[in-house]
T-cell receptor, first 108, second 114 residues
Framework: AQRVTQPEKLLSVFKGAPVELKCNYS??????LFWYVQYSRQRLQLLLR??SRESIKGFTADLNKGETSFHLKKPFAQEEDSAMYYC??????????FGTGTRLTVIP | DTGVSQNPRHKITKRGQNVTFRCDPI?????LYWYRQTLGQGPEFLTY????????KSRLLSDRFSAERPKGSFSTLEIQRTEQGDSAMYLC????????????FGQGTRLTVV
């Protein structure tokens, strides 16, 4: 069965410090991985997807199939990055499963 | 069309009552998903539709829950004989067909069962 694990419920970093939000997945097929973000009082929205291999708002994520990980990274955190971040797994059945989320707080 | 719309935004109901939520997806999106989110948890998959066909249901979806998408446009999620454990945020998302693309979420319906 598919599973998405985000080991950290809470993560605090100082402004300007690097940030890494961890995500591990379990899936027997070929995965599609995503990061979704929810800013305060806003709806859940897509941040980035592994297939696009792009940097969004300074964030990047690399799919590591050997380690079954898709960690989200940013070299210099900004206060506006404070939000709830969810890692999500897309399956061959066109379903989308989410992890439990990590609340990132960037301290000024 | 400004995005996925969910109604009502909030619902308070007494235990044992039935409730129904509505989701209006983005008009050209064929796929529609329902999720439930409780405090401290991520969105938990409930069910999804491709056009009017319900293609998958989670084991979380007990027989008190039913979802429909009669004309392949809006969808309803009904909970019968509500229980306190049903209290949660119910999220709807829509997606264009063709693999897993970007899911667009509604604001959710917050259900409180008292």
């Amino acid at each position: 069965a598919q599973r998405v694990t985000q080991p950290e419920k809470l993560l605090s970093v100082f402004k300007g410090a690097p940030v890494e939000l961890k995500c591990n997945y379990s899936y027997s097929g070929s995965p599609e991985l995503f990061w979704y973000v929810q800013y305060s009082r806003q709806r859940l929205q897509l941040l980035l997807r592994h297939i696009s291999r792009e940097s969004i708002k300074g964030f990047t994520a690399d799919l590591n199939k050997g380690e079954t990980s898709f960690h989200l990274k940013k070299p210099f955190a900004q206060e506006e990055d404070s939000a709830m971040y969810y890692c999500a797994l897309g399956t061959g059945a066109n379903n989308l499963f989410f992890g439990t989320g990590t609340r990132l707080t960037v301290i000024p | 069309d400004t995005g996925v719309s969910q109604n009502p935004r909030h619902k308070i109901t007494k235990r044992g009552q039935n409730v129904t939520f509505r989701c209006d997806p983005i008009s050209e999106h064929n796929r529609l998903y329902w999720y439930r989110q409780t405090l401290g948890q991520g969105p938990e998959f409930l069910t999804y539709f491709q056009n009017e066909a319900q293609l998958e249901k989670s084991r979380l979806l007990s027989d008190r829950f039913s979802a429909e998408r009669p004309k392949g446009s809006f969808s309803t999620l009904e909970i019968q004989r509500t229980e306190q454990g049903d209290s949660a945020m119910y999220l709807c998302a829509s997606m264009v067909i063709g693999g897993i693309t970007e899911a667009f979420f509604g604001q959710g319906t917050r259900l409180t069962v008292v």
